[in-house]
């Protein structure tokens, strides 16, 4: 793409240096006043001149060229106006040469970044809750890799823990392998809970429960195969929802897979003398930094949530040698990150910068519905399903001969629910409505599946035009250049929601992107008896479409071609 800035910069006579010069260009918001501005803010310091006058001196000085063909000076900005159908050009030839793959580059190349997300529970339902750090998580892994980065995709499973123990009892007094094969997590759910329910009247269950925790960490064989049978039966329901929103992961080693690699970093961190005795616990003081102690091992010698996840960073980091390692997990545990990450950070691991705790809202039910820990939590099976089942009815009423609508409708429902996740700043808390996210017509998936199935049967319907060369004329006017000016900074979405972490800037140009085509169409024939405006504009068209399937597969959402 041509670099205005960097024309620009190189022509203004101003005493700073290029790059300086460059770095203070930025586009404008209104068409109207330009497309780059220059702000004299800064010269007027260095000129100790107002920046009205600097900028009136530089405008005079300025030389227009083929690229830069009117500059303007306006209350301390100068304005430039490029030649905006070479802009146009320029970009529009580029997305057509990037052949589907619009804004991928290699600036990760050489990297790895490991991204721990979506990291179920065995033996707990997969419910509302995990939305967002699956839909994150396996969004970051996609943009990631069409950076070029090495992206491993980690399910760091909560596989280990005391409860284990009580599943084990309450699935050999009360449950059998059939039922759980076929109710799956649920009855497995339904077990624990009635574990909890019987507990306080038998007061044996816990020590049954103890002993076969124990059982579990001696690697007996009973006890090893009935946790692998529960761990079974809960990731194949994970599966098949993972498949069903085409994520996937390059490791599923979990906490359990650390618990013999607990001992080498424990015993690294006394050796620094970094852990201190706390009424038998064994504590990482961190007062200094405004934080509690992080406990690593009870006083009955075992070992906490914050050791495995102190373990598991090290071995990534032996393993994958990663540039950075993302965690995508709920704020909620804000601190937990803070502690063993300033950890790591006092045992002189240079690296503990590059974790990064990648933390987002939570969602709750327009209802008010929300998971709890009494079990009557929200599955988000149950969630795609209803969103499937609606986009279904929608398409049936919209278009009711469409075909392959079963699957159009698993795109546009799984894409609805996704894209909720995917909107806004990840920070922010989510109140989830079916309506709203399946609005055709709102600020959602389905609207931008939406409009790039129309840019697709206007590329189908558009009848053959052999000979005739486009006239590119056509496309000077307000509404193609605001369209193509938001396809050109494409590129620099997908850089910034790779290094901010934040998946909705791709979702919010898209957003702007297929609006803006909207006004496009409205007020320019696409499809008309000027064959040569007719192919000029057909590529815009083709650019609009590649850029939103583009922009929607990094969201790990479908383009259906028809809707
Ligand atoms: N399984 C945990 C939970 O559901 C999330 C694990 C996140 N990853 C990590 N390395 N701590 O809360």
Excluded at 152 to 157: E, F, M, P, Q, T
Excluded at 345 to 372: F, I, N, P, R
Excluded at 514 to 541: G, K, M
């Amino acid at each position: 793409m041509i670099d205005y800035k960097q024309i620009i910069a190189d022509k203004l006579s101003a005493p700073l240096d290029k790059a300086e010069l460059s770095a203070l260009i930025t586009e404008t918001a209104d068409d109207s006043f330009g497309d780059y501005a220059f702000p004299c803010f800064k010269l007027a310091r260095v000129m100790r001149k107002s920046p009205v006058q600097i900028a009136e001196e530089l405008a005079a000085k300025f030389v227009t060229d083929d690229h830069i063909v009117k500059v303007q000076a306006v209350n301390g900005y100068l304005n430039f106006f490029v030649n905006r159908l070479e802009l146009t050009w320029d970009i529009i030839s580029d997305v057509i040469a990037a052949r589907g793959r619009y804004g991928d580059s290699d600036m990760g190349k050489g990297k790895t970044v490991c991204i721990d997300y979506s990291s179920v529970n065995i033996c707990k339902s997969f419910h509302i809750g995990h939305l967002s750090t699956t839909a994150i998580g396996s969004a970051l892994y996609k943009i990631y890799s069409a950076l070029g980065y090495n992206v491993v995709g980690i399910n760091h499973l909560g596989d280990y823990g005391t409860q284990f123990g009580k599943m084990i009892v309450a699935f050999k007094l009360w449950g059998d392998q059939a039922t759980a094969e076929k109710e799956g997590v649920k009855e497995l759910q339904r077990l624990y809970v009635k574990f909890h329910q019987e507990e306080p009247n038998h007061p044996e269950l816990t020590e049954q429960a103890r002993e076969w925790f124990a059982r579990i960490e001696r690697g007996d064989p009973e006890a090893q195969q009935l946790f692998e049978f529960f761990k079974r039966v809960t990731l194949q329901e994970v599966k098949t929802i993972y498949d069903r929103l085409h994520v996937r992961f390059d490791s599923w080693n979990g906490e359990s897979f650390f618990n013999d690699k607990m001992a080498e970093p424990l015993q690294m961190l006394r050796d620094k003398g970094l852990i201190t005795e706390s009424q038998g616990a064994q504590v990482v003081e961190l007062g200094d930094y405004g934080m509690p102690p992080c406990l690593l091992v009870k006083s009955d010698g075992s070992s906490l949530y914050a050791t495995r996840d102190i373990a598991a960073a090290i071995w990534r980091k032996q393993h994958y040698n990663f540039d950075k390692c993302l965690y995508v997990v709920a704020y909620q545990q804000n601190l937990h990150f803070k502690q063993f990450f300033k950890v790591l950070e006092l045992a002189g691991c240079d690296w503990a910068k590059d974790l990064v705790h990648v933390a987002y809202g939570m969602v709750s039910l327009e209802d008010g519905a929300m998971s709890t820990r009494k079990g009557n939590v929200v599955l988000l099976k149950d969630v795609i399903d209803k969103a499937v089942s609606k986009a279904n009815d929608i398409i049936a009423d919209k278009n009711p001969d469409l075909d392959n609508r079963s699957d159009v409708a698993e795109q546009v429902g799984v894409g609805a629910v996704l894209f909720s996740a995917l909107e806004n700043s990840r920070i922010k808390d989510i109140v989830f409505s079916y309506d709203r996210i399946l609005n055709f017509d709102g600020e959602t998936a389905p609207y931008l599946q939406y409009t790039y199935a129309r840019c697709n049967s206007i590329l189908q319907k558009a009848p053959r035009t052999e000979g005739v060369s486009g006239d590119y004329r056509a496309l000077d006017n307000a509404e193609t250049l605001r369209l193509v000016k938001l396809i050109g900074s494409f590129p620099q979405a997908v850089r910034d929601a790779a290094l901010k972490y934040e998946p909705s800037v791709i979702s919010a140009l898209l957003i702007d992107i297929a609006q803006a085509f909207n006004r496009f169409y409205i007020a320019h024939r696409v499809i008309c008896d000027n064959p040569a405006h007719q192919i000029a504009r057909l590529q815009v068209v083709d650019a609009t479409a590649s850029v939103l399937k583009r922009g929607l597969q990094l969201l790990g959402i479908g383009a259906p071609p028809q809707m």
